[in-house]
């Protein structure tokens, strides 16, 4: 079955220190993966996808087949990085890698103290 | 542009009633969903729709109905509320581009069902 596994429900760290949040999936497929943000009072948004292979906000991620995993990274965290964070897999549709289901991790807190 | 509205933000019901969730988007996205969002559980899967009068179910569907007459509306009826349907609801829109999509979600609405 299609899972996403966060591990971490709460992550605190300190201003300019490595974040690292983790993500694993389980499915049989070429996964399709995604980390949405949500900050305080703002909506659920996309933060990066893994066919992107871009870096938003200083974030990056990559998707390691091997270890089924796809981990969030930031080097310096900043005080606005605060949020809750869910990884996110694709399942098959319409069209490949497509938005209509998607199956969430549970979700990480982020808390960044000055 | 709004992008994704719905209406209401908070409901309160008592168990037996219905109601519908109301989803809009001015966006002419094709694809929409619905998530409920429960503490500790993440985002799960209602239903989705991938076009006007096509629907589908998602992880979990029971208790709820969904149809989609027009492409900007994506109404999420509950017919006889129960407890267990207390929780956060969030719709979605998305566009058929392939690998370059992402989910538009909306600020949700919080259904409390006593």
């Known amino acids: 079955a299609q899972r996403v596994t966060q591990p971490e429900k709460l992550l605190s760290v300190f201003k300019g220190a490595p974040v690292e949040l983790k993500c694993n999936y389980s499915?049989?497929?070429?996964?399709?993966l995604f980390w949405y943000v949500q900050y305080s009072r703002q909506r659920l948004q996309l933060l990066l996808r893994?066919?992107s292979r871009e870096s938003i906000k200083g974030f990056t991620a990559d998707l390691n087949k091997g270890e089924t995993s796809f981990h969030l990274k930031k080097p310096f965290a900043q005080e606005e990085d605060s949020a809750m964070y869910y990884c996110?897999?694709?399942?098959?549709?319409?069209?490949?890698?497509?938005?209509?289901?998607?199956?969430f991790g549970k979700g990480t807190k982020l808390t960044v103290n000055p | 542009n709004a992008g994704v509205t719905q209406t209401p933000k908070f409901q309160v019901l008592k168990t037996g009633q219905s109601m519908t969730l109301q989803c809009a988007q001015d966006?002419?996205?094709?694809?929409m969903s619905w998530y409920r969002q429960d503490p500790g559980m993440g985002l799960r899967l209602i239903h989705y729709?991938?076009?006007?009068?096509?629907?589908d179910q998602g992880e979990v569907p029971n208790g709820y109905n969904v149809s989609r007459s027009t492409t900007e509306d994506f109404p999420l009826r509950l017919l006889s509320a129960a407890p267990s349907q207390t929780s956060v609801y969030f719709c979605?829109?998305?566009?058929?581009?392939?690998?370059?999509?992402?989910?538009?979600f909306g600020q949700g609405t919080r259904l409390t069902v006593v």
């Open positions: 893994h066919i």
């Open positions: 966006m002419n996205h094709e694809y």
């Open positions: 729709s991938v076009g006007a009068g096509i629907t």
């Open positions: 996110a897999l694709s399942l098959p549709g319409i069209t490949q890698g497509g938005s209509e289901k998607l199956v």
């Open positions: 979605a829109s998305s566009y058929s581009g392939g690998l370059d999509t992402e989910a538009f």
């Open positions: 499915y049989s497929g070429s996964p399709e």
